[in-house]
């Protein structure tokens, strides 16, 4: 069979294969640049990507294999206690003593002296306690 290599508009094409004849169309190879580079640093990412999992697997076993003891643990001690219980009958004694001799103090009567300086700003504040009668 013979080769066409001029261009063919797609109106006599359809016609041709109207015909009965068979088209063949050859393309060139596409070639991307640095695809090679590309596809090797995705092969490294998945071998990267696989260890770390497997690191992760391993220390998840790990922190379960620990929550089951611990789980083991609790469940072997609960209902167990090992101190006595805390008798707190001084304490709440001592707090109803100071409870009793605690009187409310009545509030502070203060006498103010406010200085000023020539401008009318406030210099000095001075508060002098006095006695409550």
Known sequence: MGELSEEMKLSDLLELVKGG????????????????????????LIKDSTNRTAAELARSQSQLEVLATLQTLIKTNAGVNRSPPLDLAPLAEVLASIDKNSKPQPRSVYEFDIQRTDRGFIDKIIAIPKPVT
């Open 21 to 44: 004849a068979s088209i063949k169309i050859d393309r060139p190879a596409t070639s991307i640049a640095q695809f090679d580079e590309l596809v090797e640093g995705f092969k490294q």
